[in-house]
């Protein structure tokens, strides 16, 4: 069964920092598309950052230079690094998780099949 559970959300000042992990079971990590999406509440859902199983990367343009995803494969366990966060990054935050086919990054919801069930991100003065 898979599995993905999400930590390390909260409440951060603008300017601020903090890393997400996703703690991954029950299917070959180092072989699936693993992505950070993030929800506000009144939004649909948007992709914030994905990465293939050969290492590359993918941002959103809303946070491109300030997150960074990597993956420890040895323990399985996705990380998202939020810098420089703004208010407008306030939202839930899931990670998900996919196989991958071909050279693409998916970045959107309808092409992940795997999904944690979120932590919360408050950024706030």
């Not at 196989?99 to 003065?125: E, H, K, R």
Request: with cysteine; net charge neutral.
């Amino acid at each position: 069964e898979v599995q993905l559970v999400e930590s390390g959300g909260g409440l951060v000042q603008p300017g601020g920092s903090l890393r997400l992990s996703c703690a991954a079971s029950g299917f070959i990590f180092s072989s699936y598309c693993m992505g950070w999406f993030r929800q506000a509440p009144g939004k649909e859902r948007e992709g914030v950052a994905g990465i293939h199983s050969d290492g590359r990367t993918s941002f959103s343009d809303s946070v491109k230079g300030r997150f960074t995803i990597s993956e420890d494969s040895a323990k399985n366990i996705l990380y998202l690094q939020m810098n420089n966060l703004k208010p407008e990054d306030s939202a839930m935050y899931y990670c998900a998780a996919r196989p991958c086919f071909g050279w693409s990054i998916p970045l959107l919801p309808g092409q992940y099949n795997y999904w944690g069930q979120g932590t919360q991100v408050t950024v706030s003065s």
